[in-house]
Nanobody, 129 residues
Framework: HVQLVESGGGSVQAGGSLRLSCKVS????????MDWVRQVPGKEREGVAS????????YYAESVKGRFTISQDVSRRNLQLQMNVLKTEDTAVYYC???????????????????????WGQGTQVTVS
């Protein structure tokens, strides 16, 4: 079965850095989207960053541009999110997602508009104080 497992979350002071990782198993990732999405309790999930697996093109929410970097490895089974200059408003549970629709070359990525169109990890907590 498909599994996405996030790691790397934790607590950090404002201005610090964290690197999140997501390992995908049980699913062949073709040409499509992989995403990082975050959620604060009581609020809707917010797309943070996406990457198109065919060419590595990244897309970022305005709130994280210049601070976060999304990347994938050549196997497409490992997704990372390097988070620098963290702010208190970055505090959230961070989820990785991989699109069920492949190939997919459109924008936005499916996870951005329909949760059921992606596989999701269990989330990892990031707390910035």
């Amino acid at each position: 079965h498909v599994q996405l497992v996030e790691s790397g979350g934790g607590s950090v002071q404002a201005g610090g850095s964290l690197r999140l990782s997501c390992k995908v198993s049980g699913y062949t990732v073709g040409d499509g989207c992989m995403d990082w999405v975050r959620q604060v309790p009581g609020k809707e999930r917010e797309g943070v960053a996406s990457i198109y697996t065919d060419n590595g093109s990244p897309y970022y929410a305005e709130s994280v541009k210049g601070r976060f970097t999304i990347s994938q490895d050549v196997s497409r089974r490992n997704l990372q999110l390097q988070m620098n200059v963290l702010k208190t408003e970055d505090t959230a549970v961070y989820y990785c997602a991989v699109s069920k629709i492949m190939p997919y070359y459109n924008a936005p990525c499916p996870a951005e508009f329909d949760l059921s169109l992606a596989f999701w990890g269990q989330g990892t907590q990031v707390t910035v104080s």
